[in-house]
């Protein structure tokens, strides 16, 4: 259980069974950030507190979208313009 201030706000981080809560509680006093930690703590073990949607990471969203989606790119380097050929299984925009 962990609670810090950042500026003037005060921020919370723990994680219960294994899910992360976070969260700010805004430019309070510390005791009254502790209070708020307790409620916030007591909301997630009697089944209360939502958590929000997990987001994908932005490197990792190209790996769900179709292949067809995919914006269609040539090869950067070298080896990709070695003698002319092109390589098998690089992707090539329309010239």
């Known amino acids: 259980m962990s609670l810090y201030q950042r500026g003037k706000s005060?921020?919370?981080?723990f994680q219960y069974r294994g899910e992360r809560y976070t969260g700010c509680i805004g430019p309070v006093s510390k005791?009254?950030?502790?209070?708020?930690?307790?409620?916030?703590?007591?909301?997630?073990?009697?089944?209360?507190y939502e958590?929000?949607?997990?987001?994908l990471s932005p490197r990792l969203e190209w790996?769900?979208?179709?292949?067809s989606s995919l914006p269609i790119t040539k090869p950067i380097g070298a080896r990709a313009q070695s003698n002319g050929r092109r390589l098998p299984g690089a992707r090539y925009s329309p010239s």
């Open 51 to 55: 958590l929000p949607p997990k987001k």
């Open 63 to 67: 790996r769900i979208l179709p292949r």
């Open 10 to 13: 005060w921020y919370y981080d």
């Open 31 to 48: 005791t009254v950030a502790k209070e708020i930690l307790a409620k916030k703590r007591a909301e997630a073990i009697a089944g209360r």
